[in-house]
């Protein structure tokens, strides 16, 4: 079969489904709410990062109707043609005002974003410096560019510095996750900021999971540790607190220039659908307009986080409505997935080599729109569970 033979010998998932442990593609019946309906029954979703609710919030879907009534469901070309409308202009300059930078600039999805503005800006003779645990998109836009790659251990500052001084010489971009999608955890970024002096380089933060979440007022992990304005690029998508599909970056105006003409992932790609982007732009000014969402929201992470600890879990070193319980190997993850489903909960395996080997976990998430009622109700089955397994006492 030549090329092909590969694929009819790729069996790994038939395996796991033989063995009744495959927990992907389930199929969800409902909008993304704290419960949604599968195969007919109810559970708390635990698995989305709709972390402020918006995705199913009144405003957002009616700015989307109505873009749709006025520009129809779809652009049909890219950004450099005749896919430019009046609203993606109108985005771009209110995602600058949101971060207080000088450009935004729209592309498609969060993951092009980071394929086309990594791509664009690592060229020959210069490297990239990145955290090993930085998200997927990160580590393919590194591949795409003309620069080289290099990598730091997670979070350690000492070890980035040895790195940035064996490249004293060259140009180099730091890039880090600022909430870390897998573990809930922050990156340094005060510790890295504090680098810069001594090393001259570029900072871009992957803030996907900050936004909406960290920060006085929902701006992001930047924010959150006043340090906006020496944080260079900042990269997010759509797809987790701002309640749609897509991806942004903003910048000073001349690397917002500079990405315009060169990414290649925006040049070539169809723009964002209309509804995308009016759904977007409502859902910035709710949060501006609702700061009670992101308090709930920290209040049902912290309920979340001292539960889990009380009962003996290891929620690792997570500080964010992102909270990971590390269970060992792949397939007790597996296992312990679909047992919560049959208890009424969702929640996401995660395995290798999405995290380092016999450091399986549940991904667990919150949303502002918990109920206290709901969160009781993952803990319950969590420790049914987990006891049954051997993961707690």
């Not at 503005?117 to 090993?132: F, K, N, P, Q």
């Not at 997010?236 to 992932?265: D, E, M, N, Q, W």
């Not at 040049?267 to 009670?292: K, M, N, T």
């Not at 549940?362 to 969160?375: F, G, V």
Request: aromatic share 8%.
């Amino acid at each position: 079969m030549g090329i092909f033979e590969k694929c009819l010998n790729y069996n790994e998932p038939d395996k796991v489904q033989a063995a009744g442990l495959y927990p992907y593609f389930r199929v969800i019946e409902s909008q993304q709410d704290p419960v949604v309906l599968m195969g007919g029954r109810e559970a708390v979703m635990c698995g989305s990062n709709n972390y402020l609710g918006l995705a199913s919030h009144p405003k957002v879907k009616e700015a989307a109707i109505e873009a749709i009534k006025k520009y129809g469901t779809g652009t049909t070309g890219s950004r450099f043609l005749n896919g430019t409308l009046g609203i993606h202009i109108e985005l771009e300059e209110k995602l600058a005002r949101f971060f207080r930078k000088e450009g935004g600039l729209v592309f498609s999805t969060g993951y092009q974003t980071n394929l086309g503005v990594l791509a664009a800006l690592v060229g020959r003779g210069e490297v990239a410096i990145s955290d090993r645990q930085n998200h997927a998109s990160i580590v393919d836009g590194l591949r795409l560019s003309y620069g080289d790659v290099k990598k730091f251990k997670h979070n350690d500052m000492e070890d980035l510095d040895k790195v940035l001084q064996i490249e004293a010489e060259r140009n180099k971009l730091v890039v880090v996750d600022g909430v870390f999608s897998m573990e809930g955890d922050v990156a340094h970024l005060d510790r890295i900021v504090s680098l810069k002096d001594r090393h001259n380089f570029g900072l871009m933060v992957d803030d996907a999971h900050g936004i909406g979440v960290m920060g006085a007022t929902g701006r992001g992990t930047a924010e959150h540790f006043g340090l906006e304005d020496e944080v260079d690029v900042i990269m997010g998508t759509y797809s987790k607190s701002l309640a749609t599909i897509g991806g942004f970056v903003v910048a000073s105006a001349p690397i917002i220039k500079y990405l315009k003409h060169t990414s290649r992932s925006m040049i070539f790609s169809a723009s964002l659908a209309p509804g995308l982007v009016a759904a977007v732009s409502a859902a910035l000014d709710i949060i501006d307009q609702e700061p009670e969402r992101r308090e709930r929201l920290w209040a049902n992470t912290r309920k979340m986080l001292e539960g889990f600890s009380s009962y003996g879990f290891d929620t690792g070193e997570s500080e964010t409505p992102v909270i990971p319980i590390v269970v060992g190997e792949d397939e007790l993850a597996f296992r312990m997935a679909l047992m919560l489903q049959e208890e009424g909960v969702f929640a996401n395996p995660v395995v290798s080599p999405a995290t380092p080997p016999g450091r399986a976990l549940i991904r667990t998430s919150y949303m502002a729109t918990h109920t206290d009622e709901q969160l009781d109700r993952v803990l319950a089955a969590f420790v049914k569970v987990g006891r049954q397994l051997g993961v707690i006492n």
